[in-house]
């Protein structure tokens, strides 16, 4: 019983993840009554995305040229490349301002179930890459998951064939961590790869 | 250190209410990697709402035509009138099955510190109507809130002056609630129980 291109708007935006038919009206209703600039700009901005974004053609992260802002920073450390499965997990490490080296995005794990194989997650480019020499360390940082450690472990052996250093991101307590509260999954692994103080 | 066409999408989603930067970031990726036809269908149907919907001439609700599809309906009581605040009050109210004649949607309520006074809340144009003497009972569901209650008052006193009935949805509403998130048995059962004024 509302317009139907009001209709259309709140269908296409269930698209979005977490939002349902409810939260949907909302955000139109919230758009076309009391942002009407704000519609604007995400229509923009959004067309402007699609049409610009590209994937680097070195580390498959998102960009708008050929390589992205960070391949293409030559004060970046070469020798250092951090394989991540998402472009979040870039914007994740780049955050914590600890990492000065570049990157790889796999977009995706090793899951052939779900048809992700080497191939998919761009093995054969990282190959080539470890194959040119520069790098000296490869930091796995895929997710403390299962596929994520199969994954990890993948890319630790194609490294140690090339005699390429592998390490990983430190698994145990999280900074601000109450030890209660922490699961006992994390727990049973902190208490096993303790280090002397 | 993104790009800036992605930097630009993460920005304008701000924009939507509840949505900060980190959130806004999960949205922009989400759409980039995994639904980009999602992506177009929000620019379409957004540009779509943006360039058609208007208020209907008649009730104030978001319509694709000069009338919505409510006052356009002829088997719809002509006679029995449901102020609302706004355009999802209008959507609860027909969610909830129990009614069957027009709306006027305020698009507000009166509130005089914030600058909203009768005529921002379209109360000439419902005056104009009222005149015409068509409408015999004036159902007044503005929010349960202080301001609801004053413009409900304030419009009630103006059905008075013209011998028309005016009645108010029954207090099984929980007080404080905005009528946009009531469930619609509540909202049902609120419309059967509607008293006179």
């Keep these: 019983m509302s317009a139907a291109s009001l ?5 296409a935006l269930t698209c979005l993840p977490g939002v349902g038919r409810k939260s949907a009206q909302r955000l139109a209703l919230h758009l076309l009554q009391h942002d009407r600039d704000g519609a604007e700009r995400i229509v923009e901005s959004l067309r402007e995305a699609l049409r610009r974004l590209r994937h680097c053609r070195q580390c498959r992260n998102f960009a708008d040229d050929e390589l992205c802002s960070i391949c293409a920073d030559p004060a970046r450390d070469q020798a250092t490349l951090c394989v991540v499965e998402t472009p979040a997990d870039v914007l994740a490490v780049e955050a914590s301002g600890a990492y000065r ?3 790889f995005v796999l977009l995706g794990k090793l899951s052939p ?3 992700m194989g080497p191939e998919q997650i761009g093995l054969d480019l990282l190959e080539q ?3 040119e020499g520069r790098i000296r360390e490869i ?3 895929t997710g403390a998951t299962v596929e994520g450690d199969i994954t990890a472990q993948y890319i630790a052996d194609l490294a140690a064939a090339r005699d390429i250093t592998a390490t990983r991101l ?3 307590i999280p900074l601000g961590g109450e030890l209660e509260f922490v699961d006992s999954g994390t727990l049973s692994r902190a208490l096993a790869a303790r280090r002397p103080d």
């Excluded at 209709?7 to 269908?11: F, H, R, Y």
């Design 101 to 103: 080296g570049r990157y």
């Design 7 to 11: 209709d259309a708007l709140i269908g």
């Design 139 to 141: 930091i796995l940082a």
């Design 113 to 115: 179930l779900d048809g």
């Design 129 to 131: 890459q470890l194959e």
């Design 170 to 172: 430190a698994r145990g």
